[in-house]
């Protein structure tokens, strides 16, 4: 079975703009090591497999049954992201998973909270909420050192 490119599938919602993220990450995979996902992810995966995959059958992936007997679906039991029907076709249905999966590389973290950050400028390390708490922790701390100093 063929598997059907998101670009085809692409609903009326997504814009030329996220069909071309697509087409960069998917060039990216071919190029890269296989991304692996963490608990949370693997969990979320799993139910996108079992609701959206055309190729599930009871937990048996179509595509790879043959004359000997069934197999298990490797996107079920693996934290990898190996299948690529399911790397095409039902991940991008999951916008906010399919970004975090294949961004991870190249999302800034902040250093505190590890939520995603946007820096604005080069030297950004931490989100705002956590530089404002290290710059009141450093004042004190500094104030605390040189307190009776004149």
Not at 23 to 33: F, M, Y
Request: charge should be positive; aromatic fraction near 8%; charged fraction near 30%.
């Amino acid at each position: 079975m063929i598997a059907v490119s998101p670009l085809r599938r692409a609903d009326d919602k997504k814009t030329a703009a996220s069909a071309e993220y697509v087409q960069r990450t998917e060039k990216r995979l071919l190029n890269e090591e296989i991304p692996f996902m963490n608990e949370d992810q693997f969990r979320r995966s799993k139910k996108l497999v079992r609701s959206l995959c055309a190729n599930l059958d009871y937990g048996n992936c179509l595509l790879l049954d043959n004359q000997f007997g069934t197999c298990v679906c490797p996107q079920l039991i693996s934290y990898s992201l190996i299948c690529k029907y399911f790397r095409t076709a039902v991940l991008p249905a999951d916008w906010e998973l399919y970004v975090e999966i294949m961004e991870t590389d190249t999302q800034m973290r902040c250093g505190d909270c590890s939520q995603p950050l946007t820096p604005g400028s080069k030297n950004t390390l931490y989100c705002e909420p956590c530089a404002n708490k290290r710059t009141r922790r450093n004042k004190r701390e500094w104030a605390r050192k040189n307190r009776g100093r004149k």
